[in-house]
């Protein structure tokens, strides 16, 4: 059975509230999810919430929510210091049990990284619905993901924008798709030469233009490998070949992305830039409540613009497509190459344009398994960390 008529076939349950964890509640997306369940309290309920470090805001989160446990993943936190009535998880593996239990509905899967990935794996595999914003699980292990979602039931209903847009325009056409674009706001170095961008600084990475995002997604939309990721996410969500993808610049963040049909008819999505709404879809799926979002304003828009991306200057964008194609253990490595070039970025050690140049020559050097197992995925992703620490080491004492 596809993915779409299992998703059609499950409603939200007018009786009763529907159990919502959320992993990564202390970031931007579980902060944004929260603010979503807030306007509809008597249609959710809270279950658990895991955070990773950020203790004082898990326990004002659970102290508003009162869910029935919140766990706290980071090493550095003191014994006690999200304690409260609610249960607090300890390990590991009690998490993941507590993610499969029977109490919960649907997992908001928001941790940032492949630290992502095992948390989420557990609610697919149980057959979850999962409101799926951690890019990097699909990028990591997509064809796995669909696969055992596929087998468990479990639907995997996308938040990040651009995958919201096309599985909204899609819906009830699935199977006459020719090919998606996904729309992309540039970035805050949109326009620039590729000379400009060694000067980059981390404050002018970390100023996007039309979203507020944590650290990590920042960075990749600034480097367009954040687009690079979503080409790989809509490959494996939807489906599709890598020449069934496009990406177009679209600076005012308004169209979403494009759904072209095999008829020449194109369907997207608009609404001004709010994660809040691609969030409440996910939740509500196959509904659609009342939001807060803010309504286009049809008269004083009047202007949509377009531009082709620049592959000279972004060369990240280009490692999306090739991974697109190769599939097997390429996206984990290019995931965490990225991720510790990003690390690295953040904390100053290496420059803006290295962060692509360091995922092309990991992905270059790894040599590819068509058909990996979860196990060797994560051997691959080990395996690329290792190899950018080795390369910013030779890099630097050249
Ligand atoms: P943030 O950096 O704002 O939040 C990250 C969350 O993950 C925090 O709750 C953090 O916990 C937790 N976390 C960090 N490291 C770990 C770890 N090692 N183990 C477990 N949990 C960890 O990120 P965003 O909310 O911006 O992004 C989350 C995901 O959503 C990413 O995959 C991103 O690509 C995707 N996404 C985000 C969008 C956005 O608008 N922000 C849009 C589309 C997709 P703590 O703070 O307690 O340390
Ligand atoms: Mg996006």
Known sequence: MSQLTAMQRKTVPDSGRRRVVILGSTGSIGCNTLDVLRLHPDRFEVIGLVA???????RAQAGEFEPKWVALTGEEHPEGSVSGPWATVHTQTELLERIQAPDVDIVVSAIVGAAGLLTTWAAVDAGK???????ETMVLAGSLVMERATQTGSRILPVDSEHSAIFQAMEGHRDSVERVVLTGSGGPFRGKSREALKKVTVAEALNHPTWKMGPKITVDSATLMNKALEVIEAKWLFGLDADQIRVIVHPESIVHSFVEFRDGSVLAQLSPPDMRLPI???????????????????TEL????????DPETFPA???GFRVARDGGTSGAVLNAANEVAVERFLAGEISFPEIPRIAADVLNAHSLNRRPTLDELLAADRWARTEVARWITNNRTR
Request: net charge positive.
């Open 317 to 319: 964008l280009s490692l």
């Open 52 to 58: 990773h470090r950020n203790a004082a805001t898990l």
């Open 129 to 135: 619905d999962v409101a799926l914003a951690n890019k």
């Open 280 to 298: 409440q879809f996910a939740l509500t799926y196959p509904e659609r409540w009342p939001s807060p979002t803010r309504r286009m304003n049809w």
């Open 302 to 309: 009047n202007q949509l613009r377009f531009e082709q991306p």
